[in-house]
C-alpha cells in the first residue's frame, strides 16, 4: 500500500470525512502543525501560512518535516497591514483558524479572536500554547520536556533510582498537545454547526499532558500507585512490564499483567511459577534479575520464535527502521510512501471515508497563487499584495 505524488507541489483530491471543513493553519511549531496534518490527512481543506522564506525558521521548515505534508502553503507577512486584512478575509469563509503563539503575540498581529470572531461569528480560534492562554506561566518559553516536566509526567517515566527519561517530544507536542487541539477544533466545529456560534479553543500541553495521566492518578488515589518512579506495575517497577536486552544486543518488550499471560511469558522463559510469585512486590527486584538473565541467553529472533502465536504479550522491540516492514503494520500498511518517503499513513482508520496524505510537504510559498485563488482571492487582488509585499 503505497502512494507516489511528484512533483512535491502536486495535489490529490482531498477525501476523507472532513472534506467539508475549511481551517486557516498560521504557520508555527510543533503540535499545531501535527494537529494541522491530521485535519488534512482526513479530508479538511487546509491553508497553511507561513513565514516568507527569508523570515522562516530552518529549524522546522523544509520539505523534509512531514508535519507539513497534506496541505498548500502560503507566504505570508503578517506583519503587514494588507497580510492582516487578507487573514480575516479568509476567515470569512473558514470553519476554523488555529495558531500556536504565546498568548499576545496574534492579538498585537491584529489577528486575535476578537479581531477573527467579529469577521466571521461562527468560526473557531484554536491556539496552541505549552502553558495555556492564562495562568503565572502562560508567557513563558517552553519546549515539550518542560510541559511534561510541570505536570507530573516526566517524573513518572522513570526507572527506579535513575534520571527520568524524556520521551523525545511524542507524549507532550503531539499527544497532549496536537491530537488535544484537534480534538478541541471538531468538538467545537460540531457545536458551532448547531449553534451559530463560534468560540476559543485553549489547547496546553501541561493541560493535555495531565489529561494523559488520569488513569495514574485515579490509582493513587486508591492506593494503588505509589510516588516513588519505578516502583509500580505500569513504570518498569515490575518484573512482567519491562524491556529486556537479549544476547545479541536487541530487545524484547513484556507485558504480561493478566494471570494467563503471565503464565505464559514463564512457561516461554522455562522458569517455575513457584518460584516467581507475580505479585509479591519485595522480589520483583529479584524476579526481574532472573528475567533479564533468562532473556540474554538468547537473540531477539529466537525469542520472537518462541513467543510467536504465544500468548503472553512479549513481543521483539523494533527500530524506526525496521517498523515499517514488521509484517502486521506492513499488512495493515500502516506506514506509506509519498514521494520517495516512508512515512505513518494517516490514522484512525474510517470504513466509508478514508484518509489520504494528497502530497508531500511543500516549499515554503510554493502555493500561494493556487491556494488564495482556490480560497476566492483573485488574479488582480494577489498581484496587488505580492507588489506591496503582503505575500510572498
Known sequence: MSTSVEPTTARTARSGPLRDVRVIEVGGIGPGPFAAMMLADLGADVLRLDRPPADAD????GTWNLLHRGRPSVAVDLKHPEARQLVLDLCGSADALIEGFRPGVMERLGLGPDAALARHPQLVYGR????GQDGPMAAAAGHDINYIA????LASITRLGERPVPPMNVLGDFGGGGMLLAFGVLAAILDAR??????????AVVDGSALLMAVMHGMRAAGRWTDPPGTNFLDTGAHFYEVYETADGGHMAVGAIEPRFYAALLAGLDIDPAAAPQWDRERWPELKELLAERFRTRTRAEWAAVFDGVEACVT???????????????ARGTFVEVAGVRQPAPAPRFSLTPGAITGPPPPIGADTDTALAAWGVGADQRERLRAAGAIG
Open 194 to 203: 448547531g449553534s451559530g456560534r463560534g468560540q476559543v479553543v485553549d489547547a
Open 128 to 131: 496552541m500554547t505549552g502553558y
Open 316 to 330: 521483539p522491540v523494533s527500530t524506526m527502521a525496521e517498523a515499517p516492514d514488521h509484517p502486521h503494520l506492513a
Open 58 to 61: 530552518p529549524l522546522h521548515n
Open 150 to 153: 510541570a505536570s507530573g509526567v
